[in-house]
Every structure is written in C-alpha cells, then in structure tokens.
C-alpha cells in the first residue's frame, strides 16, 4: 500500500424508484466530504468511484448505509498519492452501465459468481474452459488474462451481438470478467439468454481478483476510469498516459513514438 488517498469503487443493482430524489443529498454528503469522483444513479441501481482521504470516504459510507439498500456494498479500494478525479458529479443515468436492452435485468438474473482464489485454481489446474474478456478493445489492449477470448468491442453495447455471432461453445464453462464486476452483471445474462448452459462471472472483477491473488494468469495491466488510467497487479498507477486529443491509453513505449505529439496526436491517433 502507498499513497495517503483512499479510491473506492462499488455498485449494486437495486430498484430505485426515487432515484430523482437521490441525487442532491448525495452531491452534498460527497461535497461535505471533500471527495471527488462519479457516482451514477439510475432506477435500476447505484454505480461510484470516489476518491479522497480515509476519513472522508468513511463519512461518506456512513451516509450511504443509512439507506438499507444499500448496506454492507462490496468495495474495490486501493490508494494512491494524489486525488484519483478532478471534480464530483452525480449523475442521473437510464443504466448505471449501459446495455440498452430492458429485457436484462440482473436484480432478477445474473450469472453465478466464481471467488478469484477459485479462478485462479481452475486456471491452475488447466481446466478446460472458456476465459472471456467483456471489456472495450482499449482497455484488452492494456492487459487481459492468458488465453482471454476478445470480442473486439468498441462500446459495451456491442456485446450481445458480438458474444452471438462468435463460435464459443455453449457446452464449455464460461468465466467472464470485467474491471470491477458490474459489466458481467448484464453479459452473464445476455449469455444465459441466448443459450449458453454455465456462465460464471468473476466476483469482484480484475480489481478483485489482484487483491486476493495477485496478477497469476494475468499479462500486462488494467485499465482504470480515473486519471491513474491504468493498475498493476499489485494495484499500483502505472507508466501508462491517455491521449489527450483521442483518449487512448498509452504505454511508454507508445509514447515514444514519432506519432505521439503531447495533446495532438498519438499512434491510434493517426491509424
């Protein structure tokens, strides 16, 4: 562990029918805090990344857990030297992420969640399944797990055309993963909708995963939503910057290309 800041991140899928209601009393609990981060409220559930000091980020989960809905919320932590975002919104949202399908609902259906320290056994052991990576292609590009398939999304949407047209057998065991958990939520039911017979989903995603077991299985690093832009294993920032003209992450060998001019252009840039 380094760093003096705390950066939380947790979801839950929850029925909020007063989601409107919602928003300025927690604009004021963060605001009171002094933290800065997302949180994104949505009729179907709660989705934050928060980042400040140890004593902020335990005021603000007193005042989330004064809603019943909200307690005892699985948390991805890890810390780090300056604040991890430039300002605090709470933002309104359709989805706390978006798939734009109504017929997913995963506080009605999801996939069953398998423990890291199991995952990590079965890859281990070799034994024989399917690794799916539901991530963006920007974030795969960064890191993924040996053997991960790539649906090649470019958004989140795309997924449920993508994992249909694909050739996995839907005999195999899947284990799908995400950065935190919550995109799974959603894929693990398209999956179970469209006929795959067991999808497991990794609980509490890559973050979760290099808490408990650290980077085994794992090549090259994750991709974050916050300024750090990307994680190690040991749940360290790393070299990586974004793009300021495209927002892609880069590593340092990309930025020291011909190609990458500071706040004009990048290799994926000019491709």
């Not at 989601?19 to 805090?33: M, T």
């Not at 949180?39 to 709660?46: A, F, K, R, V, W």
């Not at 004593?55 to 019943?68: G, K, N, P, T």
Request: hydrophobic share 40%; net charge negative.
């Amino acid at each position: 562990m380094s760093g003096v800041i705390v950066n939380i991140a947790g979801y839950r899928f929850v029925e909020l029918p007063d989601r409107d209601n919602l928003r300025v009393p927690f604009k004021s609990a963060c605001d009171e805090a002094g933290l800065l981060g997302t949180i994104l409220l949505s009729y179907e559930g709660i989705n934050f990344f928060l980042s400040g000091n140890q004593s902020a980020i335990d005021q603000f989960l007193q005042f989330l857990e004064r809603d019943e809905r909200f307690l005892d919320m699985p948390l991805k932590v890890s810390y780090s030297e300056r604040m991890s975002f430039r300002r605090m919104n709470v933002r309104l949202k359709k989805e706390i992420i978006s798939l734009g399908l109504d017929s997913i609902r995963p506080v009605e259906m999801t996939g069953e969640t398998i423990t890291p320290t199991e995952f990590k056994t079965w890859l281990d052991e070799g034994r024989e399944i399917v690794v799916l990576d539901t991530r963006n292609d920007y974030e795969v590009r960064l890191g993924t797990f040996e053997k991960a398939i790539d649906l090649n999304l470019s958004t989140f949407r795309g997924f449920p055309d993508a994992v249909g047209g694909s050739d996995i057998d839907k005999n195999l065991t899947v284990v799908m993963f995400c950065t935190g958990g919550i995109r799974c939520e959603k894929a693990s039911a398209v999956m179970m909708q469209q006929g795959w017979s067991d999808v497991r989903q990794l609980e509490g995603g890559i973050l979760g995963y290099f808490e408990d077991v650290g980077g085994a299985h794992w090549n090259g690093d994750c991709f974050v939503f916050d300024s750090r832009v990307a994680l190690d294993p040991a749940l360290e920032e790393t070299t990586t910057e974004m793009c300021w003209a495209c927002r892609e992450p880069l590593t340092e060998e990309e930025m020291e290309s011909e190609q990458y001019v500071v706040a004009k252009s990048c290799p994926h840039c000019i491709e």
